[in-house]
């Protein structure tokens, strides 16, 4: 089960946000799934934890479910899903068209010199030049597998912010977001464990990245570096280490999320599919998007991959 998808997870976004509801879906007495989401206005609802939730769904035992059930019964007008797992049968009526994409995996299962040896990387000769000058500036690469320095934590957040100035905007605007943000990098559940690993050349560190460790391996959630050192590719940098130390550790799989960037592609050499939709509760309404979409957007790919 994925950390986004944990009862951890459901429970930070609950502590933070009034909107969070989980919808428990039963059968003769017995609980055969659940649904987090949230309440978004005019008694529509999004994932749970959105934006911040990279895989979103039903969890359960795969027991059949009506969906468009569920969302009746929970009150709700309609639910958007972004990105769930395309083997999640009783979604696929409600997929976007065009919204199928593949979702980038790192799996290291067979050890990391298995990986290493049978993945080949497209500019890791250049990469590899960019570390030993980055070392003669600075000193000896090395990564910290997982720091609890509220610094780092702090680090990450600035640089993010200034990076990409909607995520600046966003924890503005919403202060929980951040707070949320907090209490899973903090947190050591086996279903949704931070791990904020941070990598340092000499004593100075250049990149962080967070992810939500969980009994399926590591999910990639908030990566960045320091922008001064843009040129020396530090975030890229930080990957291999990142790895190897996860395969220590006895992590059989790196999620490196939705997102279409060509990195991902590099460094991942397993993927799955993920699709994104909507349910509504009337069946008219459903039909009413549906021709919207169509003759909003036609036939084009919604979600493609970045160009290399």
Known sequence: MSPYMSFTFAQAVARH??????AVIEHSGAIQAFLP???????????IGHPMNDLQGFIGSGAPIDARAVIRKSGLRGWYFHHAPANQECLSPYYHLGSTVRA?????????ESYVGGHTRPGARRLSEKKRALERRLGSISLMWRSSDAGHFGQLIRWKSGKYGGAERFFSAEPGALKI?????????????????????????VAAHLGLLGPVGLCS???????????????????MPLIEEASERDVARIDLGYGQHSYKF?????????AGGAIWASKLEQQAW???R????????IHKRAPD
């Open 17 to 22: 946000r009034s909107s969070a509801r989980v």
């Open 221 to 239: 959630w908030m990566p960045s570096y320091d922008p001064d050192l843009s040129r020396f590719s530090p975030g890229l940098l930080m990957w």
């Open 294 to 301: 169509r003759f909003r957007y036609g036939r084009r790919i």
């Open 290 to 292: 549906k021709v919207y």
């Open 104 to 112: 980038p995996v790192i799996d290291i299962g067979s050890g990391y």
């Open 266 to 274: 590099d460094l991942a050499n397993d993927s799955y599919p993920v």
């Open 37 to 47: 989401f949230e309440t978004s206005g005019q008694k529509t609802a999004v994932p």
């Open 181 to 205: 943000v907090q209490d899973i990098a903090t947190s050591d559940s086996e279903d949704c464990a931070g791990v904020l690993s941070v990598l340092c050349a000499g004593e100075q560190v």
